[in-house]
Each structure stands twice: as C-alpha cells, then as structure tokens.
Nanobody, 123 residues
Framework: QVQLQESGGDLVQAGGSLRLSCAASGSTFRANAMGWYRQAPGKQRELVAV???????NYADSVKGRFTISSDNVKNTVYLQMNSLKPEDSAVYYC?????????????????WGQGTQVTVSS
C-alpha cells in the first residue's frame, strides 16, 4: 500500500511564502513523476507543477516564476516552494505520484493522490 503524506499548508498573507512537502511511503514504489495539483471552491482541479524522476519540470503559467518544485528521489519526496503568494493561490493542494510498484514479482503502474492540504492566502 502506498500513501502520500502532505504537509505545509497554512494561512499566509499575500506576498508571503509557504513550502509544501509530500512523502510517498511504500518500499516497492518507484515514482516516475510527482506533482502538485490544486482545487479552489467551485473550480476544477488543476495542475500546479510536476517533476519527473529525471528532473524535468512543468509549471502552470499562473505560478511560473513564483513556485519551484523539487524532489528527493531517494526519499520519494516532492516539495513545492511557493513565493509571492496571491489570494488566487488559495486552494486545497493535492500531491500526486505516478510510478510503479512491485507485486509478486510483477511491475505494475500506479497513480496515487494525497488527501490534500489547505493553503489560504489573505489579502
């Protein structure tokens, strides 16, 4: 069983910073890519940033230049450094991990979601 443990969500003033962390547990899990999505009330879940195991990154246009995603492949952990936060960044942030697990000698593709962490930016 693979679980994603998120942390770092908080209430912060506009212009402030937060750092989100997400650790994937499960000894046989190997992440090919990990990322962050967010969902604000009444809106669809959207991609914020993703990083592959090779270090390639992709960001939503709305966060480019303000957010930085990084990872520790050994620890299966992904981080999201969020600077210059705006009220429109307020949302529940979800961690996503896409990779493989080993079960009875077979390699299976799997995707997992965290439970979400609340980020609220006050104006």
């Amino acid at each position: 069983q693979v679980q994603l443990q998120e942390s770092g969500g908080d209430l912060v003033q506009a212009g402030g910073s937060l750092r989100l962390s997400c650790a994937a547990s499960g000894s046989t899990f190997r992440a090919n890519a990990m990322g962050w999505y967010r969902q604000a009330p009444g809106k669809q879940r959207e991609l914020v940033a993703v990083i592959t195991s090779e270090g390639s990154t992709n960001y939503a246009d709305s966060v480019k230049g303000r957010f930085t995603i990084s990872s520790d492949n050994v620890k299966n952990t992904v981080y999201l450094q969020m600077n210059s936060l705006k009220p429109e960044d307020s949302a529940v942030y979800y961690c996503n991990a896409d990779g493989t697990i080993r079960v009875l000698g077979a390699t299976l593709k799997r995707q997992y979601w965290g439970q979400g962490t609340q980020v609220t930016v006050s104006s």
